[in-house]
């Protein structure tokens, strides 16, 4: 099945981590993505991994990845107020009948308090 | 490198007209998603077009249409508008649209159906 499960909210600190969470249900080979929408705005990509990677870094980003519980995290390092945004999870299966299409999670608001 | 842009950002319409909306991909990418953004429903794969064919469909009733053209910009059709038509309507462009490519989204069109 397609499903991609994400917390609602998230509140911090300003300098805190944040972690943002989610689950996604396919157990094929498969590509899952952060994506950040600020107010008014589209989708801004984050970062991507594939399935069969643990981690990837990049800067104040961490991705780490579980998939025996197919569990997949965003690690948000010295956060921002200008990181306060709605964070997606989303999932890229391969296939023909997948081509062009991102199954996304239902977003998780940041808040970062000074 | 131009983004990804939407045309018109904002557009009101009553219900029972047809409305047109455009995407201009990035230069070089071949493949345009389009997804409808809801409170309710969250992020919806509408459809993807790839040199001018229509590769994947999501579940919309077909009042919903899409078309793309030889420089790959995209259009998509919403006829005999609805209320719940109401969304923020998003494309992305990629290079092939394939599992693992990335896919980087416009601002958006924000559909108020009246």
């Not at chain 1, 961490?62 to 569990?71: R, S």
């Not at chain 1, 997949?72 to 009948?97: H, N, V, W």
């Not at chain 2, 493949?31 to 790839?50: K, M, N």
Request: hydrophobic letters at 30%; proline letters at 3%.
């Amino acid at each position: 099945g397609e499903d991609v499960e994400q917390s609602l909210f998230l509140s911090v600190r300003e300098g805190d981590s944040s972690v943002i969470n989610c689950t996604y249900t396919d157990s094929s080979s498969t590509y899952l993505y952060w994506y950040k929408q600020e107010p008014g705005a589209g989708l801004q990509l984050l970062t991507y991994i594939f399935s069969n990677m643990d981690m990837k870094q990049d800067q104040r980003l961490t991705v780490l990845l579980n998939k025996k519980d197919k569990h997949l995290s965003l690690r948000i390092a010295d956060t921002q107020t200008g990181d306060s945004a709605i964070y997606f999870c989303a999932e890229s299966m391969p296939g023909s009948s997948n081509t062009g299409k991102l199954i996304f999670g239902q977003g998780t608001t940041l808040q970062v308090k000074p | 490198k131009a983004g990804v842009t939407q045309t018109p950002r904002y557009l009101i319409k009553t219900r029972g007209q047809q409305v047109t909306l455009s995407c201009s991909p990035i230069s070089g990418h071949r493949s345009v998603s389009w997804y409808q953004q809801t409170p309710g429903q969250g992020l919806q794969f509408l459809f993807e077009y790839f040199s001018e064919t229509q590769r994947n469909k999501g579940n919309f009733p077909g009042r919903f249409s899409g078309r793309q053209f030889s420089n790959s910009r995209s259009e998509m059709n919403v006829s005999t508008l609805e209320l719940g038509d109401s969304a923020l309507y998003l494309c992305a462009s990629s290079l092939q649209g394939g599992a693992g490519t990335e896919a980087f989204f416009g601002q958006g069109t924000r559909l108020t159906v009246v």
